[in-house]
């Protein structure tokens, strides 16, 4: 079991930066495990943002977040942080934190999930 809680969502105008970050626990965190931000818009799927696997083994961007966004894992706090930067009014909706072993920004690989933070960009 891997527990997840998001924290870092607020209101922002376009151009500026938010930084969310999710706390893992559980004894699951002890393993291998993908660590990943999704999004989900308004009459929109829940899309992939990035992931990283806790162990080093890599990251991955969605390409709307190429550039922008920078995804980061302190093993010591379990904590995954999303840094988001030069924010557009498209990049508003609920981030949710997931946890799996899928190394996929599909989310039918992530098995944990938190109840998301709200990022609100206006123009």
């Known amino acids: 079991q891997v527990q997840l809680v998001e924290s870092g969502g607020d209101s922002v105008e376009a151009g500026g930066s938010l930084r969310l970050s999710c706390q893992a626990s559980?004894?699951?965190?002890?393993?291998?495990?993908?660590l990943a931000w999704f999004r989900e818009t308004p009459g929109k799927e829940r899309e992939g943002v990035a992931y990283?696997?806790?162990?080093?083994?890599?990251?991955a961007y969605a390409d709307s977040a190429k550039g922008r966004f920078t995804i980061s894992y302190d093993s010591a706090k379990t904590t995954v942080y999303l840094q988001m930067n030069d924010l557009e009014p498209g990049d508003t909706g609920r981030y949710y934190c997931?946890?799996?072993?899928?190394?996929?920004?599909?989310?039918?690989?992530?098995?944990?999930w938190g109840q998301g933070t709200q990022v609100t960009v206006s123009s």
């Open positions: 997931a946890a799996g072993r899928g190394f996929s920004l599909n989310r039918r690989y992530y098995n944990y």
């Open positions: 559980g004894r699951s965190t002890d393993l291998s495990l993908c």
């Open positions: 990283i696997h806790n162990g080093g083994r890599g990251t």
